[in-house]
């Protein structure tokens, strides 16, 4: 009994070491992704419709007269139409925001903390609902992809730049074309979902005719439009992809409370 007594101990102690062993091992939480300076205030009722642009460097963003709806669209990365809920204000008033960081910091980071911002200061919770709905969906055309490989380190550059009708992609992630193209189509009231199973980072360049508004006088375009290919013949010419309508899950971004910023 007495060398039964004293094995169990050396067990004991051996589970308590390799315990003690495991949470001193154990990885620290990373830092909450944060501004370290962010003004917001109302926008001037004459101020002109504005917009939302990264500081040079990655190193913030700056916003001028914009609606708070807006700027979830953007951050989130989901077209206003499928944001519901909430009070009339975010689509009404508009705010002017700058917001810094020390350092450099990638796109995705910057969203993070955009995202942490609306949540401090606007009291922004939402929940995403997820239903079925008609997408278009992003795969390999069978004629090969076009894109180049970018194995290139992170440059902290705008994935996706230009005019309407030129975007020159440098670096870019499969999610970020999708939503990129989204926005693009926006009289066809779907999104854009990623099905090409890519998963790095790729070059391009991308000339389509843009979409216009019903209505719209297309004979007053410059002639270098004239001889552009619609969006889904380029999205398969230059960057070898297919956009096939069809059913698929559509996300809603819901908002369950959210308020007037509190003061600077």
């Not at 002017?96 to 995705?108: L, N």
């Not at 949540?119 to 997820?130: E, Y």
């Not at 019903?214 to 960057?239: C, H, M, N, R, Y």
Request: aromatic share 8%; hydrophobic share 40%; net charge negative.
């Amino acid at each position: 009994m007495r060398i039964q007594g004293t094995c169990t101990l050396a067990l004991l102690a051996a589970f308590a070491l390799l315990a003690s062993n495991a949470s001193a091992q154990t990885p620290a939480a990373s830092p909450r992704l944060t501004f370290d300076v962010a003004s917001i205030h109302a926008s001037k009722p004459d101020a002109p419709g504005g917009g939302i642009k990264p500081l040079p460097g990655g190193h913030g963003y700056t916003a001028a007269a914009i609606p708070i709806k807006l700027v979830i669209a953007l951050m989130y990365r989901i077209p206003q139409r499928q944001i519901e809920g909430g009070p009339d204000w975010i689509n009404t008033d508009r705010f002017d925001i700058e917001a810094r960081v020390d350092g450099t910091y990638s796109v995705e980071d910057l969203h993070t903390m955009f995202k942490n911002l609306l949540a401090d200061r606007f009291g922004l919770k939402f929940h995403i609902d997820t239903r079925e709905g008609n997408v278009y969906a992003l795969t390999i055309d069978p004629s090969g992809l076009k894109m180049t490989p970018n194995t290139s380190p992170e440059d902290y550059e705008i994935p996706m730049q230009g005019p309407p009708a030129k975007l020159v992609g440098k670096r870019v992630y499969m999610s970020y074309l999708c939503w990129t193209l989204g926005q693009a189509l926006q009289n066809d009231a779907r999104p854009c979902v990623d099905e090409t199973g890519l998963k790095g980072y790729y070059d391009f360049t991308l000339s389509f005719m843009p979409q216009f508004p019903p209505g719209f006088d297309t004979s007053q375009l410059p002639p270098e439009f004239k001889d552009l290919p619609s969006i889904f013949d380029a999205v398969k010419q230059q960057l070898g992809l297919r956009l096939t309508a069809q059913k698929g899950p559509v996300q809603h971004l819901v908002i369950d409370s959210i308020g007037k910023p509190t003061e600077n």
